[in-house]
Each structure stands twice: as structure tokens, then as C-alpha cells.
């Protein structure tokens, strides 16, 4: 698929870009009413790196991606984009910047060309229609009205309208909300393409599979604050196990917990709507311990899985919550 | 792509005709809606051949003495039956043979029964051969200009640029900030100023289209008389068509849903639909609420609008009208900028 788009589309110009941070946060904070939604966020976000802010709804996501994007001024604290701050440099911003809103609706009677074109002439140079559409693969859309798109390819609109101006950041809030899976793997393609070509991209999600399939670092929030930050293989390794096994045991007697996490390999034991999840280093010589464990508990099994750890067993591990527990 | 192409200003301007043209409601209320109506009050009101007037009498005598009068038609009728066929409309006017002379039975509140009463008088004295004492002579003239749907016009035609205005900017933007489009926009680089500017020149064109199609409708159609001068007359229709946009802007300011702004739309305008003389003067209504009356923009643009068309006023003789619609251009723009919604 990256073949198909000319290197002239995804080329981002070497120009002037220093060797500062594209985003740089200290002691972010907002508040809306009694909800604190940024609880002092310190945040860097290295030149030309995908960057994913991770998390549940109502973590605060959408507000830091707001600030940063200017849209909502923050309490407190200093936000930077490309070494410029909103506050004196707000029309160079504009311009140098890609943004894609959650939920935004572009008019349902406007064709994929139209909004496009309207969107290009907001920026002073920037890459042309054709590119765009071909980048976003909207062709075949091209002059299809907005109202007849699927999800997807209103996603991708929403896609190419941020990157008209050929912007040197770019944000992405939540793109992949309500799609399918593979409108979804559609549209992960083209932010690889995006990276390819060394724009920086900061994004965010509830998807702890795109975090870890896109970016290059993660930062996972909650309540309004950063709990953990690393590249995904950090994150990952730091919830002590590289697989997860789950088991879940019927009958009338209780497990010893005790029993389960004195088993060599096991880094750690919770328990999740009657599911025990144990964290293992090394699957072929755990797992048959655990077994033994359980025959001679008595025990008797009916279900059991394992699992390499993902981003979500990282957010499970600090919070005690899944990620989608509202 | 050429330069034009290339300005935002334009580009948001061709995307307004764009969204209005895809919009076939919004082409029938703005275009046709305005023509069919003058077209129904054309009809209903138009003015017919002097018309003839249904009497009775309760004696042959009678009947013919009023039947000689071309304006009346008129038939012998017993006093019972005269006066149910007065109740029921079906005679203006009964003329009752007494003993010392006629007595007439009529609703002295309806007009057309006062002539009624007038024309058999003059039947029944003429045919007991009385004559007139001052010799009179009858010119007819049919004049443009004084008839209804004279008056109608420059009021629909009021009417039309304030729901058109009002219509137009409001539910376009409020639909733009609940769809987040508004939100979209103002996180990229556009400049803020043109977006507000793209509505009124999208306005400013399509008024020239409207407003032609109308007038020019009433003028082939009905004849309606242009008095005034007409570029005097653009200028009146500009500035109503400005005034309402920016009342139709602060109406759109801080209305996050639709149903919000349609509902303040209509609060607006409902008061100026009664009120402000479209359908019949704005004089009728008592001498207290005046004030407030003649303060409505709509009441203003129309008492402009039909000083133009209908007496061939200059601007000079119209400065207080003039001044309301600027008043209500500049105090409503000035507040909408200023607590305007942008997300």
C-alpha cells in the first residue's frame, strides 16, 4: 500500500525545524466545573515520532489533545508546538499543524472534492487535491457527496482535510472510534504511510491494539493524569510477564492464591469477574507447573488461555480497571 | 487551480450557494414560496368590475325602481323571507314598503351594505321623480398603485428578505457548531472574519436573484408600479437584507441545537409577521402600541419599502425608517461578534 502514494505526497520538507521537541507540555492543568480533566501533564514529543495518548474515556485525552491543538486554553501551565506557543504565534501555528476532531460532521451536500478544496485554500501552500484524495484513497469518492460516505471514508476525509496544508504535526483525536475492523486496519495503513514519510503524529485512543500497532511511544492516562510512558515493548515488559495466562476453575472449593503466585514464573495473580490472570515470563515451563498446582489442589479447570501481554494488561496492571469499564 | 480558487474567502462564499442550491425547501421558500403567494392574493383580492350589488324589496314597485340602477339587482321578496335572506347574505339591503315611504333593513357595519343603502335611495327617490340639485358627471378611472395587491407586495417582499436572511444565516451556522464543523474551522487556519463574511455575500447575490424574480413577477404579472427610484430602491433592499442577517447572526450566536434556534427564529419573527403591516397596515393597531410598531425592522423596511415603490419617496423622506434598519444592522452585529460561540 505504501508503494501506491508518490514519495512527493509524504515527503514532509526538511524545512526549518531545529532540534527542539514537536510538542513540548509542563504542569498542564484544566478544570471544567468540579471535573479536574488535566491533572498537571508534563509531556515531550520527539521530532517526527508517532506519539499515542492512551486511555479510557474521560481520562482527559481529548482535553490535552485540545490544548495542544488551541482550541481550549488551558488553566495552567505551558504548552509548545514546533519551539512557537499559542500565545504569539497562533496564525504560523495554524498553518503548520494537521488537525482532525473527534465527531467533526463536514456538510452532508458537499462533495469529497469540494470540502477539500475548501480546506486547502485556508493554508497558503500546502499539497494539492489530487495528492490528498490519492493519499486518503478516496478516488473513487472523489465526487460523491459526504452524506453517501461510509465511516471510513469519512474518517479518511477527515484524514486528508488535515493534511492539506502538509502539516509537520499532525493530530489525530481518536480516529478510529466506531469503526470496523477493517475500516480500521484501512486507516492504520495510512498513518503508517503518514509515519513513513517522518511527519509527527500525536494521537489518541482507547484502543490499546492501535497504540501498540501505531506508536512509536505511549503515554497511558488516567484521571486526568500520565500513569505510565514508554515505547510499547517497555510498557509491556513492565508489568513483569511477557504472557498472560487465564483460568477459570468451576466446582465448590476455593483457590489458594497463595498457592498460584508461589509457582516459579509467576510474576503476578488478579482476579477479573472470576477469570484468574497470572503474569509468566516463560509459557513452557510455567504452565505445566501450573497444572500440577492445580491437580493437586484438587482443582478442576474449565477454561484456560494464554496471551502474549498487551497494552491493555499494562492499564489492568496500574488501575485494577479495563480499559473500557465506563 | 487559479488564484480565485485559491482564496478562502471565495471558496467559503461557493460553498454557501452551494449548500443553498442542494437545499430544494430552502429554493421553494426563499423563490417560489414569496410568488405563489402573491399570485393567491392577487386572485382573491383582485379588483373586480364594479360590482353589483343583491337587493330586495317587498313590492313590485320597488324592484323596479331599483332595478333601474345598474349597480343594484334586485327581487321581490315577502318581509319574512327579505329578512332571512338578509341574515344569510344573500341580499345587502331590504327595502320595506310603510305606509308613509320605504324603510331600509341593513348592517350599517359592512360597507358594501352602506352603498347598498346609498344606491337604492337614489333609485327609489329618482324614480318618484325627484332630480339632482347640483348637476354631478361621472369620471372613471381605474388607477395602479392604490389597489391590494399594490400594497401586498412591498410587504411580502419585506417579509421574504427577512425570513431569508434570518432563515439563511441562522440555521447554517447553528447546524455548522452542532455538527463541530464550526469547531473544525476555527482549528485551521481560516481566517475567522471571512467565514461571517462568506454569509453576507452569498446573501448579497442571492437577494439580486430573489428579489428580481418577485418584483419582476408583480411588475409583468400584476403591474405593480415602481414610483421610486430604483437604485434607491437596492439600497433599501440591502440594507433590509443586512439588517436581518445580522439579527439572524445574533439569533445563531450561542444556539447550540436546532430546535434552539428555530425556536428563537420564530420568536423573532412571529411578532414582526403580525405586527409590521405585511398583510395590511401596521396603523391599525392602537395608538399605545405604536411605538413599538414602528421600531420592528420589518415595520420599517416595509413602510420604506412601500414609500419607494408606492409614493415615490426619496431616501430623504424616509429617514426614520432608514434609520431603525441601521440601527438594527449595527447594534445586533456588534453584540453577535462579540458573544459569538465559535465551538
Same mark, same amino acid.
Given at each position: 500500500?505504501?508503494?501506491?502514494?508518490?514519495?512527493?505526497?509524504?515527503?514532509?520538507?526538511?524545512?526549518?525545524?531545529?532540534?527542539?521537541?514537536?510538542?513540548?507540555?509542563?504542569?498542564?492543568?484544566?478544570?471544567?466545573?468540579?471535573?479536574?480533566?488535566?491533572?498537571?501533564?508534563?509531556?515531550? %514529543?520527539?521530532?517526527?515520532?508517532?506519539?499515542?495518548?492512551?486511555?479510557?474515556?474521560?481520562?482527559?485525552?481529548?482535553?490535552?489533545?485540545?490544548?495542544?491543538?488551541?482550541?481550549?486554553?488551558?488553566?495552567?501551565?505551558?504548552?509548545?508546538?514546533?519551539?512557537?506557543?499559542?500565545?504569539?504565534?497562533?496564525?504560523?501555528?495554524?498553518?503548520?499543524?494537521?488537525? /482532525?476532531?473527534?465527531?467533526?460532521?463536514?456538510?452532508?451536500?458537499?462533495?469529497?472534492?469540494?470540502?477539500?478544496?475548501?480546506?486547502?485554500?485556508?493554508?497558503?501552500?500546502?499539497?494539492?487535491?489530487?495528492?490528498?484524495?490519492?493519499?486518503?484513497?478516496?478516488?473513487?469518492?472523489?465526487?460523491?457527496?459526504?452524506?453517501?460516505?461510509?465511516?471510513?471514508?469519512?474518517?479518511?476525509?477527515?484524514?486528508?482535510?488535515?493534511?492539506?496544508?502538509?502539516?509537520?504535526?499532525?493530530?489525530?483525536?481518536?480516529?478510529?472510534?466506531?469503526?470496523?475492523? /477493517?475500516?480500521?486496519?484501512?486507516?492504520?495503513?495510512?498513518?503508517?504511510?503518514?509515519?513513513?514519510?517522518?511527519?509527527?503524529?500525536?494521537?489518541?485512543?482507547?484502543?490499546?491494539?492501535?497504540?501498540?500497532?501505531?506508536?512509536?511511544?505511549?503515554?497511558?492516562?488516567?484521571?486526568?493524569?500520565?500513569?505510565?510512558?514508554?515505547?510499547?515493548? /517497555?510498557?509491556?515488559?513492565? %508489568?513483569?510477564?511477557?504472557?498472560?495466562?487465564?483460568?477459570?476453575?468451576?466446582?465448590?472449593?476455593?483457590?489458594?492464591?497463595?498457592?498460584?503466585?508461589?509457582?516459579?514464573?509467576?510474576?503476578?495473580?488478579?482476579?477479573?469477574?472470576?477469570?484468574? /490472570?497470572?503474569?509468566?515470563?516463560?509459557?513452557?515451563?510455567?504452565?505445566?507447573?501450573?497444572?500440577?498446582?492445580?491437580?493437586?489442589?484438587?482443582?478442576?479447570?474449565?477454561?484456560?488461555?494464554?496471551?502474549?501481554?498487551?497494552?491493555?494488561? %499494562?492499564?489492568?496492571?496500574?488501575?485494577?480497571?479495563?480499559?473500557?469499564?465506563? | 487551480?487559479?488564484?480565485?480558487?485559491?482564496?478562502?474567502?471565495?471558496?467559503?462564499?461557493?460553498?454557501?450557494?452551494?449548500?443553498?442550491?442542494?437545499?430544494?425547501?430552502?429554493?421553494?421558500?426563499?423563490?417560489?414560496?414569496?410568488?405563489?403567494?402573491?399570485?393567491?392574493?392577487?386572485?382573491?383580492?383582485?379588483?373586480?368590475?364594479?360590482?353589483?350589488?343583491?337587493?330586495?324589496?317587498?313590492?313590485?314597485?320597488?324592484?323596479?325602481?331599483?332595478?333601474?340602477?345598474?349597480?343594484?339587482?334586485?327581487?321581490?321578496?315577502?318581509?319574512?323571507?327579505?329578512?332571512?335572506?338578509?341574515?344569510?347574505?344573500?341580499?345587502?339591503?331590504?327595502?320595506?314598503?310603510?305606509? @308613509?315611504?320605504?324603510?331600509?333593513?341593513? @348592517? @350599517?357595519?359592512?360597507?358594501?351594505?352602506?352603498?347598498?343603502?346609498? *344606491?337604492?335611495?337614489?333609485?327609489?327617490?329618482?324614480?318618484?321623480?325627484?332630480?339632482?340639485?347640483?348637476?354631478?358627471?361621472?369620471?372613471? =378611472?381605474?388607477?395602479?398603485?392604490?389597489?391590494?395587491?399594490?400594497?401586498?407586495?412591498?410587504?411580502?417582499?419585506?417579509?421574504?428578505?427577512?425570513?431569508?436572511?434570518?432563515?439563511?444565516?441562522?440555521?447554517?451556522?447553528?447546524?455548522?457548531?452542532?455538527?463541530?464543523?464550526?469547531?473544525?474551522?476555527?482549528?485551521?487556519?481560516?481566517?475567522?472574519?471571512?467565514?461571517?463574511?462568506?454569509?453576507?455575500?452569498?446573501?448579497?447575490?442571492?437577494?439580486?436573484?430573489? =428579489?428580481?424574480?418577485?418584483?419582476?413577477?408583480?411588475?409583468?404579472?400584476?403591474?405593480?408600479?415602481?414610483?421610486?427610484?430604483?437604485?434607491?430602491?437596492?439600497?433599501?433592499?440591502?440594507?433590509?437584507?443586512?439588517?436581518?442577517?445580522?439579527?439572524?447572526?445574533?439569533?445563531?450566536?450561542?444556539?447550540?441545537?436546532?430546535?434552539?434556534?428555530?425556536?428563537?427564529?420564530?420568536?423573532?419573527?412571529?411578532?414582526?409577521?403580525?405586527?409590521?403591516?405585511?398583510?395590511?397596515?401596521?396603523?391599525?393597531?392602537?395608538?399605545?402600541?405604536?411605538?413599538? *410598531?414602528?421600531?420592528?425592522?420589518?415595520?420599517?423596511?416595509? @413602510?420604506?419599502?412601500?414609500?419607494?415603490?408606492?409614493?415615490?419617496?426619496?431616501?430623504?423622506?424616509?429617514?426614520?425608517? =432608514?434609520?431603525?434598519?441601521?440601527?438594527?444592522?449595527?447594534?445586533?452585529?456588534? =453584540?453577535?461578534?462579540?458573544?459569538?460561540?465559535?465551538?
Amino acid at each position: 500500500m505504501t508503494d501506491a502514494i508518490t514519495s512527493s505526497v509524504l515527503d514532509v520538507n526538511l524545512r526549518a525545524r531545529g532540534n527542539g521537541p514537536s510538542l513540548l507540555l509542563k504542569g498542564l492543568r484544566k478544570a471544567f466545573a468540579d471535573v479536574v480533566a488535566v491533572d498537571g501533564l508534563d509531556l515531550e %514529543v520527539k521530532h517526527g515520532e508517532c506519539f499515542g495518548l492512551l486511555g479510557p474515556n474521560g481520562a482527559g485525552k481529548t482535553t490535552t489533545i485540545e490544548i495542544c491543538e488551541g482550541l481550549t486554553p488551558p488553566d495552567a501551565g505551558t504548552v509548545e508546538l514546533l519551539g512557537l506557543s499559542w500565545a504569539t504565534s497562533a496564525k504560523e501555528l495554524r498553518r503548520r499543524i494537521g488537525i /482532525q476532531l473527534q465527531e467533526t460532521q463536514f456538510p452532508d451536500k458537499l462533495t469529497v472534492e469540494e470540502t477539500l478544496r475548501l480546506f486547502r485554500s485556508f493554508f497558503p501552500r500546502g499539497i494539492s487535491i489530487d495528492e490528498s484524495i490519492k493519499t486518503a484513497q478516496l478516488e473513487e469518492k472523489r465526487n460523491s457527496r459526504v452524506g453517501g460516505l461510509s465511516g471510513g471514508q469519512k474518517q479518511r476525509l477527515a484524514m486528508a482535510c488535515a493534511l492539506v496544508g502538509d502539516p509537520e504535526l499532525l493530530f489525530l483525536d481518536e480516529p478510529t472510534t466506531g469503526l470496523d475492523p /477493517q475500516a480500521r486496519r484501512h486507516l492504520w495503513d495510512l498513518v503508517d504511510q503518514l509515519k513513513l514519510a517522518g511527519r509527527t503524529i500525536i494521537l489518541t485512543t482507547h484502543y490499546m491494539d492501535e497504540a501498540e500497532r501505531l506508536c512509536d511511544r505511549v503515554a497511558i492516562m488516567d484521571h486526568g493524569k500520565i500513569i505510565a510512558l514508554g515505547t510499547p515493548q /517497555q510498557l509491556i515488559a513492565s %508489568v513483569g510477564g511477557e504472557h498472560i495466562v487465564e483460568l477459570v476453575i468451576t466446582g465448590h472449593r476455593e483457590v489458594d492464591v497463595a498457592l498460584l503466585t508461589a509457582i516459579p514464573g509467576v510474576q503476578s495473580h488478579r482476579v477479573d469477574a472470576g477469570m484468574h /490472570q497470572l503474569t509468566v515470563r516463560d509459557l513452557h515451563t510455567t504452565v505445566p507447573l501450573i497444572f500440577q498446582s492445580l491437580t493437586s489442589q484438587g482443582l478442576h479447570l474449565s477454561d484456560f488461555r494464554t496471551h502474549s501481554a498487551t497494552l491493555e494488561d %499494562v492499564f489492568v496492571g496500574l488501575t485494577g480497571r479495563n480499559l473500557r469499564d465506563e | 487551480m487559479n488564484k480565485l480558487e485559491l482564496s478562502s474567502l471565495y471558496q467559503l462564499t461557493m460553498v454557501r450557494f452551494k449548500l443553498f442550491l442542494r437545499e430544494p425547501e430552502a429554493i421553494f421558500w426563499i423563490f417560489i414560496f414569496p410568488i405563489l403567494l402573491a399570485v393567491g392574493l392577487g386572485i382573491a383580492f383582485r379588483n373586480r368590475l364594479a360590482d353589483v350589488l343583491q337587493v330586495g324589496a317587498t313590492t313590485t314597485q320597488l324592484t323596479q325602481a331599483l332595478a333601474a340602477d345598474r349597480g343594484l339587482a334586485a327581487k321581490t321578496v315577502n318581509e319574512a323571507d327579505g329578512a332571512h335572506a338578509l341574515a344569510t347574505g344573500d341580499i345587502l339591503l331590504l327595502a320595506i314598503q310603510m305606509p @308613509d315611504g320605504v324603510a331600509y333593513k341593513y @348592517d @350599517d357595519t359592512n360597507p358594501d351594505a352602506r352603498s347598498a343603502r346609498l *344606491v337604492a335611495d337614489r333609485a327609489i327617490q329618482a324614480a318618484s321623480g325627484q332630480h339632482e340639485a347640483v348637476h354631478a358627471e361621472n369620471q372613471l =378611472v381605474h388607477e395602479t398603485g392604490a389597489r391590494y395587491i399594490d400594497f401586498v407586495v412591498p410587504g411580502l417582499l419585506g417579509m421574504n428578505l427577512m425570513g431569508s436572511a434570518i432563515w439563511g444565516m441562522g440555521f447554517a451556522i447553528v447546524e455548522a457548531r452542532q455538527k463541530k464543523l464550526l469547531k473544525r474551522l476555527v482549528a485551521s487556519p481560516m481566517p475567522r472574519w471571512q467565514y461571517l463574511a462568506s454569509f453576507l455575500l452569498s446573501r448579497l447575490v442571492m437577494l439580486v436573484i430573489e =428579489v428580481v424574480a418577485f418584483l419582476g413577477f408583480a411588475r409583468l404579472v400584476f403591474g405593480v408600479p415602481f414610483r421610486g427610484s430604483i437604485l434607491q430602491l437596492t439600497f433599501l433592499c440591502v440594507l433590509t437584507s443586512l439588517a436581518f442577517s445580522a439579527l439572524g447572526l445574533l439569533v445563531a450566536s450561542r444556539a447550540k441545537t436546532m430546535e434552539a434556534a428555530s425556536g428563537l427564529m420564530n420568536l423573532v419573527m412571529l411578532p414582526m409577521w403580525i405586527l409590521s403591516g405585511v398583510f395590511f397596515s401596521a396603523s391599525r393597531f392602537p395608538a399605545v402600541v405604536q411605538p413599538v *410598531v414602528r421600531a420592528l425592522p420589518l415595520t420599517a423596511a416595509i @413602510d420604506a419599502l412601500r414609500g419607494n415603490m408606492l409614493q415615490g419617496m426619496n431616501l430623504g423622506q424616509m429617514v426614520a425608517p =432608514v434609520a431603525i434598519l441601521l440601527a438594527w444592522l449595527v447594534v445586533p452585529f456588534a =453584540v453577535a461578534l462579540r458573544i459569538f460561540r465559535w465551538r
